[in-house]
């Protein structure tokens, strides 16, 4: 499986990309679930988990409040609004699975198009409806530096065995270090986003997909929040590193791009409408 989200990790900011293809390449097909199972936590102890599995999705202790932040991608606490009063105070245990038959087509789905399964999940099981809206705040720009960038365009041959064409793969990551492979701009900037605690909107204009190495020193090094799942994929999780330069100098000197601060439109998740599932 190429892609899973560590336990107790809070993933990606912003909302869910457009899938990226070719053009002459018709959109994946996402497989529904062929089974799907909603219960309250008989036990909360606060250990929860939420992931991806070779089958779809799989989910213990979980609230609607980590269930919609990850189905969506968004993680600061403004980008969300209209939750339900009974948020926060209702825990679940979750299941997704596919059919046997689709156990394939899921391995080629990278995690943005998984999440959609996720988002659908709760569409049929919480009645979940959203819509975005836009919203002018602080926000950093992810631009290119005067020197231009510092990293290469991922080179399709030299991709890990078995990894498919268009997907990213985080190789390795925790607070404070980064490598990954055939990433996108997008998908840096949503990286970068819960790292500095502000929305990151890429204006790098680069559209490729190129191999990343970043290395900083994070602020907090005992938070529990990791980055290894945040543009969606496979890592390790390990313990962050102590030490470096910031984050917005690692960007600069290492890549050579730039966060610039400035005001811009950001996309802002409204809840609709949701109901408390019933259990099965």
Known sequence: MAF?????TLSQAGPPPPVQTAAQTPPPVIPP????SVKPTRVADGRWRLSDTHEGWSGMDVGLLILVQ???GIFEPDRIEGWPKWEGSEKFDVEGKVAETDVATLRNLDYDQRRLMLQNLLAERFKLAVHFEERMRPIYAL???KNGPKFQETKPEELPAGMEKGISLVTRSRRGQLTAVSFTMDALARFLTPEIDRYVADETGLTGRYDIELNWAPDDINTMQTSADHAGAQAPLLPPAP???????AVQEQLGLKLEPKNGSVPVLVIDHVEEPLPN
Do not use: D, H
């Open 4 to 8: 899973m989200t560590p336990l107790a």
């Open 33 to 36: 679930f062929e089974v799907t």
């Open 70 to 72: 990850t189905a969506y």
């Open 143 to 145: 631009v290119v530096a």
């Open 243 to 249: 030490s470096g330069p910031s984050i917005f100098t």
